[in-house]
């Protein structure tokens, strides 16, 4: 019988081969189990197998006490937890390690979605201002943040097109999703602008036979760390809140569109969302933002 690490590591490789999540996800089902492995280790229990309700109890109520996560956990990270456990066992079934699936009695409350980061068209453009467009590496970094912004991309959608994904003429990018879902997604006659320029002034001096659009100064693929620290300094730069993040462009680009009269499931259709229901929360956001616009602009508001 493989030890309850060398489980974990047939499961995180599993997850891969059937794709059923990203990276990311690889990682932080890893890092949700790992820990309910050694709770069990710590417990004396060597066998998934002997694993039942009183056990997952027990654990649940240590990972809620905050002291396997060194802190409270929240809401989102503790479904996540149980998330990944579920589905390990569920793993354990099929490959017949374990006839039982105690995580399967537990049903956890939903978690209340909070309304996304979004920043408004000023505070765009003021983030845009900050670049130096005769400046190579100033360039790069406001061709990847507007293209983010938009196309309504993920961070790690933006940094996987390729050259070849880029149709000038019909002005539109085939982007890679998640579960290698492919979408097409339209752009504007000023970012294929940015596009030639970005290609011209900075591309042409660094690429090396690699075919990554957003390349580092050594030729590679630019990461999705350096775009989210690029996004960092320079929305101190630009005197904006500390807190901007790739996902907040993303975020911005639906609800702008959404405040202009756009169609929700166009919106949908562009964000690569497989459900509405994950749209519409952009609905809620737009919705504050007419209460607060009545609110403070309407004669009677008092």
Do not use: W
Not at 107 to 129: H, Q
């Amino acid at each position: 019988m493989p030890s309850m690490d060398e489980i974990l590591e047939s499961y995180i490789s599993y997850l891969s081969q059937t794709k059923s999540g990203s990276v990311h996800t690889g990682e932080a089902y890893r890092r949700d189990i790992g820990r309910f492995l050694g709770f069990l280790k710590e417990k004396g229990i060597n066998d998934l197998g002997k694993v039942d309700k009183d056990i997952v109890f027990d654990y649940i109520e240590v990972l809620r006490s905050g002291k396997v996560t060194k802190g409270v956990i929240s809401d989102r990270s503790f479904q996540r937890a149980m998330s990944a456990l579920r589905s390990f066992y569920r793993y354990l079934n099929i490959a017949g390690i374990s006839e039982t699936d105690p995580f399967c009695l537990y049903k956890g409350a939903k978690v209340k979605r909070s309304l996304p980061d979004v920043l408004s068209f000023d505070e765009i453009e003021r983030l845009f201002a900050v670049f130096d467009l005769n400046d190579p590496i100033d360039l790069r970094d406001r061709t990847i943040l507007e293209t983010i912004y938009a196309c309504g991309l993920r961070v790690s959608e933006c940094t996987g097109i390729d050259i070849s994904d880029i149709d000038f003429e019909t002005m539109i990018i085939r982007v890679t999703g998640k579960g290698d879902k492919e979408r097409i997604v339209p752009f504007y006659p000023a970012l294929k602008e940015l596009f030639v320029n970005y290609i011209e002034g900075y591309r042409t001096l660094f690429q090396k036979d690699n075919s990554a659009f957003f390349i580092n100064q050594r030729g590679g693929r630019l990461s999705s760390r350096s775009v989210e620290d690029i996004l960092k300094r320079r929305s101190r730069q630009a005197g904006l809140k500390s807190n901007v993040h790739p996902h907040s462009l993303r975020h911005s680009f639906a609800t702008h569109l959404l405040d202009n009269g756009a169609d929700l499931r166009i919106v949908q259709e562009l964000l690569g969302h497989e459900n509405l229901s994950t749209t519409q929360i952009y609905t809620h956001l737009t919705t504050e933002r007419l209460k607060e616009t009545i609110k403070k602009a309407h004669p009677h508001r008092k």
